[in-house]
C-alpha cells in the first residue's frame, strides 16, 4: 500500500489527487468526532490505587525502559509486540500496581525517609564508589547519563524504594521455616530407591505383517490431521551486515600479523595454580601451626583442626595478577607443588599456603588467531562500506524497489525460500534463514504486498517481503503412504510391547517372583543403583524415575519409552531408604536459606493482595492497550 502511494505521488496529478483525499479523510474525522488527532484524548490515566493514579506515559516509558533493559541482556531488539507476546506487559502492570499499593499504604501510616539517610544509602552504593572505595561523584553523573536519569528521579525513586523495603521487612521479619518443614522436605528430596527392573525392546513385538490397503486406508482416514500439509510462505530477503560484507574482503597475512603484534599481550595465558591457604591472626600462631606440620600434620588436618570447610581455605585455580595480595601472590608463585610454605605475612594476615595444581602458562600462535584477526580487519573495513550500502537498500526500497531488484542494484544476494511455521521447506529440510532474528514469525505475521519494516538484529538488518501462500491442505493417502504405514507399524509394535508388558506386572504383583517372571518372558533382570527423585537412572527415561517414586516397595509397575514403539520398561521397587536428617549439615542450611525466601514471597504476597483488596484497583483496558502499543490511538 505505502509502495503504491510513493508511485501514484511521483508526479504532479498523483500529488494533487492524494491531497485532496486526505484532505476530505481529516475532515470526515473532525465530523465524526475523531477530533483527538488534533487536541489529544483526556484518557490519560492507565489505573488507579486507592487514591493514587498511574498516568499513561509513566507506565509507557517503564514499558520502554524494560523493554530496553531485555534487549540489552538477549543483545537484541525486543519489540513492543514481542513484548506483550512474553507477557511482559501484565507483569510489569502487576509490579506496577504492587508498588503503587505499598507506596500507598506508606503514605497512609504516615511513613518518611529522610534525606540524611537517602545520602547514606546512595553514597554508600558500590555501584558509585571510586577506585579508594569512597562515593565518586564523577561516577555517579556518569551512571545517571547511561541510564538517562536525572539526579531528582534516581532520589525519589530510592526513597520509594526504601520505604517499601522497610514496609515489608516489618512484614516478614521473623519468617523462617519450623524444623518439621525442614525435615519432612529433606526426607522427600533425600529418599532413595533401588529397582529391578527389564527393558522390553522392539524386538520383542514380533513379526508385523504389512496392512491391508483397506486397513491403511482406514488409519489414515482416522489420523488425517496428522498428516496434513502445513501452511508454507514463500519469502524473499536480504541480509546486511558487517559479518556478511567482510566475508568478500581479504585480509593479508602481513596485516593480521601487525595486529597480533601488537596486541601480543592479550595472547598470553599466564601460569595458573590452585591455591590453598590458612590465615592466622597473628604471626605466632602461623608458626605454631607450620610447627606442627614440620612435625607430621598434614595441611588438610591443620584445616579440619580449625574447623575449616574447603570453601575456607581454597583459593581457586588463579593467576599471580589475581590475588589480591601481591606478597602472598609472590610467596604462592614461588612455592614447589604440594609443599607448605613458610608463615607468610601479607597485608591483612598471616597465611600458611600450599599449591596443588600448577597450570603453567602459554601463548596462542598466531596462525590459530589469524582467521579472527583477519575477521576483526575486515569488518572494520567495511563499516563505513555497511552504512552507505544500508542507505541503498533504504532508498531502492523507498523508490518502489522489490527486495530482490534492491539486492541487485546494490550489489547484494536475495535469499528465495518456501517455509512453513517450524522453518522447514516442502522436502523436511530445514530452510536457509538469517541468524539472529524471528523471520518466521514476521513473515507469518505478514501478507503478500504488505510493505514490511527491515528486522534488526546487532549490526545487521534484514529486510523481506511475502512473495506467496500455499494454505494447508489435506494430503491423498498416495502423498503420505511411507509415513502412514510408518505410523501404523508403529502402534502396532506400541500395542504389542504394553500388553506384554502388563501381563508381567500383573503376574509379579499376584505374587510372581520378578526375576523369574522376567526370565520367563524371555528377558533380562538388571538392577540400578539407589537414585533420588531428580536423578537421571543411566539408560533409562525419565518416567521411569517418576514412576518408581509412584509405586510402593515390593510393587510392581511399568513405563513407556516415548514413543512407546522404542520400549517398554517393567519394574519392582526394591527398596526404600530415607537418609537420617542433619540440620546443622550445609545442604539442611542452604535449604532453610531458600525455604525462609518463599515463606517470605508468599507472605510478601498475601500481603500485597490484602492491600490492593482494601485500596481497591481499577486499570483502563484501553489505556493499558495504548500504553503497550496494543493499539495505536494516541
Excluded at 523495603?165 to 519468617?175: D, T
Excluded at 601481591?326 to 608463615?343: D, G, M, T, Y
Excluded at 541468524?435 to 501478507?447: N, Q, R
Amino acid at each position: 500500500m505505502l509502495r503504491g502511494i510513493r508511485n501514484v505521488t511521483s508526479n504532479r496529478v498523483g500529488k494533487a489527487i492524494m491531497s485532496v483525499l486526505f484532505g476530505i479523510l481529516i475532515v470526515s474525522f473532525a465530523v465524526w468526532g475523531i477530533a483527538d488527532i488534533f487536541k489529544g484524548s483526556t484518557q490519560t490515566t492507565l489505573a488507579t490505587v486507592g487514591n493514587t493514579d498511574i498516568p499513561l506515559e509513566q507506565f509507557r516509558s517503564a514499558y520502554t525502559d524494560k523493554l530496553q533493559q531485555i534487549s540489552r541482556q538477549i543483545r537484541r531488539p525486543l519489540t513492543p509486540t514481542q513484548g506483550r507476546a512474553f507477557g511482559i506487559d501484565r507483569q510489569l502492570l502487576q509490579q506496577t500496581i504492587a508498588e503503587t499499593a505499598l507506596d500507598e499504604e506508606g503514605r497512609r501510616m504516615g511513613l518518611r525517609m529522610s534525606d540524611a539517610e537517602i545520602v547514606r544509602t546512595i553514597s554508600s552504593d558500590p555501584t558509585f564508589a571510586g577506585p579508594n572505595g569512597k562515593f565518586d561523584p564523577a561516577r555517579f553523573a556518569m551512571a545517571m547519563r547511561d541510564y538517562s536519569y536525572t539526579e531528582q528521579r534516581y532520589i525519589a525513586e530510592q526513597r520509594r524504594l526504601t520505604l517499601r523495603r522497610e514496609l515489608i521487612g516489618s512484614i516478614v521479619a521473623g519468617v523462617e521455616p519450623t524444623k518439621t518443614q525442614i525435615e519432612a522436605i529433606s526426607r522427600f528430596q533425600d529418599e532413595q530407591r533401588t529397582i529391578d527392573y527389564a527393558k522390553i525392546g522392539p524386538d520383542q513385538a514380533g513379526t508385523i505383517e504389512a496392512p491391508s490397503p483397506d486397513a491403511l486406508n482406514t488409519y489414515f482416514e482416522a489420523h488425517k490431521a496428522q498428516f496434513r500439509a502445513p501452511e508454507y510462505r514463500k519469502v524473499v530477503y536480504l541480509t546486511l551486515s558487517p559479518d556478511e560484507l567482510a566475508k568478500k574482503v581479504v585480509v593479508s597475512d602481513d596485516d593480521a600479523r601487525k595486529v597480533y603484534d601488537s596486541r601480543r599481550a592479550d595472547y598470553v595465558k599466564p601460569d595458573r595454580r590452585e591455591v590453598q591457604q590458612i590465615a592466622f591472626q597473628s604471626e605466632d600462631a602461623a608458626k605454631a601451626a607450620r610447627a606442627k606440620i614440620a612435625g607430621g600434620m598434614s595441611f588438610e588436618d591443620l584445616a579440619k583442626d580449625m574447623k575449616l570447610t574447603s570453601g575456607d581455605m581454597n583459593l581457586g585455580l588463579v593467576s599471580e595478577k589475581s590475588l589480591g595480595d601481591p606478597i602472598i601472590a609472590k610467596a604462592a608463585f614461588a612455592l614447589p607443588l604440594n609443599e607448605v610454605s613458610q608463615p607468610v605475612k601479607g597485608a591483612l594476615a598471616t597465611v600458611l599456603l600450599k599449591v596443588t595444581k600448577i597450570e603453567p602458562g602459554s601463548t596462542e600462535a598466531f596462525e590459530k588467531v589469524a582467521p579472527a584477526i583477519k575477521k576483526e580487519i575486515a569488518e572494520q573495513r567495511v563499516r563505513t562500506d555497511f552504512d552507505k550500502m544500508r542507505n541503498a537498500v533504504e532508498d531502492e526500497r523507498s523508490g518502489g524497489a522489490s527486495i530482490a531488484e534492491a539486492a541487485q542494484k546494490s550489489g547484494l544476494e536475495a535469499t528465495t525460500v518456501d517455509v512453513d511455521r517450524s522453518g522447514r521447506t516442502p522436502d523436511g529440510k530445514e530452510a536457509a534463514l538469517p541468524k539472529g532474528v524471528d523471520l518466521i514469525t514476521a513473515a507469518f505475521g505478514s501478507d503478500v504486498g504488505v510493505d514490511n519494516d527491515p528486522l534488526t538484529f546487532p549490526g545487521g538488518e534484514v529486510w523481506f517481503d511475502v512473495l506467496g501462500i500455499t494454505p494447508s491442505r489435506d494430503r491423498t493417502l498416495d502423498e503420505v503412504k511411507d509415513q502412514v504405514t510408518a505410523r501404523w507399524r508403529d502402534e502396532q509394535v506400541a500395542t504389542r510391547l504394553r500388553a506384554k508388558a502388563k501381563e508381567l506386572v500383573e503376574k509379579i504383583n499376584k505374587g510372581g517372583v520378578f526375576a523369574t517372571e522376567v526370565k520367563a518372558a524371555g528377558l533380562t533382570t538388571q538392577t540400578s543403583t539407589p537414585f533420588k527423585r531428580e536423578d537421571k537412572v543411566n539408560g533409562l527415561p525419565d518416567i521411569v524415575v517418576d514412576t518408581a517414586f509412584r509405586t510402593a516397595k515390593g510393587s510392581a509397575a511399568m513405563a513407556e519409552n516415548i514413543p512407546a514403539s522404542s520400549g517398554v520398561v517393567v519394574f519392582q521397587v526394591t527398596n526404600v531408604a530415607t537418609p537420617a536428617v542433619d540440620l546443622n549439615s550445609d545442604a539442611s542450611k542452604k535449604m532453610k536459606e531458600g525455604l525462609a525466601q518463599n515463606l517470605s514471597d508468599e507472605q510478601i504476597g498475601q500481603y500485597i493482595t490484602h492491600l490492593e483488596t482494601t485500596l481497591g484497583v481499577k486499570v483502563n483496558e484501553n489505556v493499558f492497550a495504548i500504553a503497550t502499543g496494543a493499539t495505536g490511538n494516541q
